[in-house]
């Protein structure tokens, strides 16, 4: 779960966009859904994670502000 602010578009808010990565750099299969009211966006992991493995969520910068910004990546 991620909260941005300023808001986003949630348009920019996808799969490729937000992201969550296994150790390896391979990318986890994970829903992701925007919630414009709170500027929140939350990604779901499809499969079960393993419980001993490291991941990381990437943010890139083609989600873009409301204002036009684009996102430093993260």
């Known amino acids: 779960r ?3 602010a300023p808001p986003v578009r949630a348009e920019t808010v996808t799969g490729k966009s937000f992201r969550l990565l296994a150790a390896d750099g391979k990318p986890v ?14 990604l779901t992991p499809v499969q079960q994670l393993a419980e001993d493995a490291a991941y990381t969520a990437e943010l890139t910068a083609e989600i ?11």
């Open 2 to 4: 991620v909260q941005f």
């Open 29 to 42: 299969w994970a829903e992701v859904n925007c919630d414009l009211t709170g500027g929140v966006a939350t």
């Open 64 to 74: 873009t502000g409301s204002d036009g910004g684009k996102l430093q990546p993260y």
